[in-house]
């Protein structure tokens, strides 16, 4: 077994602070406990690893990070943005993959609680009560990454969802399409769901677009399979000219269903997404889609949460980044 700092300290009949300021401060412990010390740590081969500071400062310099699905494309830049951002600050991040699933986040909660992470990073997901509740009772600074709660006084960096949705959608309208369909998550999401939708929304009646609001398909929770939501879209609405996709995923099966039966993307039907992930460079057509700016999302919430930890004013409770379009192949204008 590994030596510890306590083992140190007993064998030098010293405090565990009086080690620690050996390590860090040599100067300031006088010379023949400084002696015991170091002939301890030699000794022992002792060599002092992070938890043991945090035992002796109350801080790791470790960050906790919640992702709800990693093979999702969305956190690549995210978690880059983090990863900069933390390594600038002199921390390091402890990412967990919770799947969506209640009991296996509260296991990682539990395991951030044990390594004395110095806050959280939760991402996308909900804050639900019981989330809420256990979150509140480690007692550790939390940053909500793209995602918010209006229920609860939870930091967060994220994008306007509904704004974006709205500039997405008024795109394709003021590009000539007048028959819109929109591939949504259910609005019981109330992230990437509702406010989305409500985007799409708002762009119809502010056109006099309403008979459009019914041209929707909404994937089956986070177990979708994009190609099979795009076929019932295709389904649905064979005859709209633009279809706004709340996720590059959705784009990008809907892409390779047109393919597959032979229509073409933009002629026959413009395609937009939504995020701006790295594939979205690589479809063919390029997609034309709603850009998150998913680095800076990352950057900015690992920013906003070690200041935070350690202990800066933050007079910005939910913080919102600009997105913007990038107009790309999958999309025309129509002509009247």
């Not at 047109?258 to 479809?283: C, Y």
Request: aromatic share 8%; with cysteine.
């Amino acid at each position: 077994m590994k030596p510890t700092i306590r083992d140190v300290a007993n064998l030098a009949k010293v405090s565990i602070s009086t080690v620690s300021r050996v390590m860090n401060a040599p100067d300031s412990v006088v010379e023949s406990k400084r002696t015991r010390v170091l002939d301890a740590i030699e000794k022992l081969k002792y060599q002092p690893n992070a938890l043991a500071r945090g035992l002796i400062y109350k801080k790791t310099n470790t960050i906790g990070v919640v992702i709800p699905d990693i093979r999702n494309a969305y956190y690549a830049d995210v978690l880059r943005g983090m990863e900069d951002a933390a390594d600038k600050r002199g921390f390091s991040l402890i990412i967990s993959n919770m799947d969506r699933d209640r009991k296996r986040l509260f296991s990682y909660l539990n395991t951030f609680y044990e390594k004395q992470v110095d806050g959280i990073l939760y991402t996308s997901d909900s804050v639900f009560p019981d989330y809420y509740n256990e979150l509140n009772r480690l007692k550790m600074p939390i940053v909500l990454v793209a995602t918010h709660s209006m229920e609860y006084e939870l930091p967060s960096v994220k994008i306007d969802d509904e704004q974006a949705a709205y500039d997405a959608v008024k795109f394709l309208i003021e590009n000539g399409h007048r028959k819109i369909a929109m591939i949504g998550f259910e609005l019981s999401d109330n992230i990437s769901g509702l406010p989305r939708y409500q985007g799409f929304l708002r762009a119809l009646r502010e056109y006099d677009l309403e008979s459009c609001k019914d041209n929707v398909v909404f994937a089956n929770g986070w177990t979708y399979d994009a190609l099979v939501v795009a076929e019932s879209l295709i389904e649905k609405c064979p005859d709209v000219t633009a279809v706004f996709c709340a996720v590059d995923e959705f784009a990008i099966g809907l892409l390779s269903c047109l393919h597959e039966r032979g229509v073409k993307v933009p002629d026959d039907i413009s395609v937009m997404g939504f995020d701006n992930i790295r594939m979205a460079r690589m479809t063919i057509p390029k997609l034309t889609t709603v850009a998150q700016p998913m680095y800076e999302i990352g950057q900015r919430a690992a920013e906003k949460l070690i200041a935070r930890i350690e202990g800066q004013d933050d007079p910005v409770l939910r913080e919102y980044l600009p997105h913007g379009i990038v107009v790309r192949a999958s999309t025309r204008r129509l002509e009247r």
